[in-house]
């Protein structure tokens, strides 16, 4: 099973929509988690951590429900320049690296 | 905020050839750095994960003689892909972890794309 998993998408939506997208992570020792964005053919940027009581960031909501493994990201009132790639990852307690999912495409279209 | 360099951008070169790209960390210390390479409409893929002054520890079915690494001081790593092929081509992306403001983060290069004619 894959450490991370993501819908690929893709997400094509209405300027102005909410849409959410969720991750799923195999290794119940993950500790931290976070979103990042990634344009096309441009390297991922940190968008949000994501901590254990959820936290926000303007129309960006981030929650971790480690109940049943998984993080989920709620874009509010969809922009055209929130079109990109939405990449979730996951760093295991003692470990170096972060694992990332594939990746979700969103569209927001006008 | 945190910035990672990588050179060159983007490189074509002829099977055969060995690429040299650099990463470096422009304003932190980065006592870890990793690499990633990126197929088209795929996720990244940690290719190895570099410590400064020591070997890199390589991914399962990376070949460490094919995609050397060097984590000569705190600020630059460098990864040497040898006698490129064309399977080779691919998007490849360094980071490096440091510690900024929200704690400890990983900071992305720009990337340098790789064709090998």
């Known amino acids: 099973r894959k450490e991370v998993e993501q819908d690929p998408g893709p997400f094509n939506v209405p300027e102005g929509a909410t849409v959410a997208f969720n991750c799923t992570y195999s290794?119940?020792?993950?500790?931290?988690f976070f979103w990042y964005r990634q344009d096309c053919r441009k390297e991922p940027k940190l968008l949000m951590s994501v901590y254990s009581s959820g936290n926000e960031d303007g129309r960006f909501t981030a929650q971790l429900n480690r109940a049943s493994q998984y993080i989920s990201l709620l874009i509010r009132d969809s922009k055209l320049s929130d079109s990109a790639t939405y990449l979730c990852?996951?760093?295991?307690?003692?470990?170096?690296?972060?694992?990332f999912g594939t990746g979700t495409r969103l569209t927001v279209i006008p | 905020g945190a910035v990672v360099s990588q050179h060159p951008s983007w490189v074509i070169c002829k099977s055969g050839t060995s690429v040299k790209i650099e990463c470096r960390s422009l304003?932190?210390?980065?006592?870890?750095m990793f690499w990633y390479r990126q197929f088209p409409k795929q996720s990244l893929m940690l290719m190895a994960t570099s410590n400064e002054g020591s070997k890199a520890t390589y991914e399962q079915g990376v070949e460490k003689d094919k995609f050397l690494i060097n984590h000569a001081s705190l600020t630059l790593s460098t990864l040497t892909v040898t006698s490129a092929h064309p399977e080779d081509s691919s998007f490849y992306i360094c980071?490096?972890?440091?510690?900024?403001?929200?704690?400890?983060?990983?900071?992305f290069g720009p990337g340098t794309r790789l064709l090998v004619l």
């Open positions: 980071s490096a972890r440091g510690v900024s403001g929200s704690g400890e983060t990983q900071y």
């Open positions: 290794n119940s020792a993950s500790q931290s």
């Open positions: 990852a996951v760093k295991r307690a003692g470990a170096n690296n972060l694992f």
């Open positions: 304003d932190f210390q980065a006592t870890t």
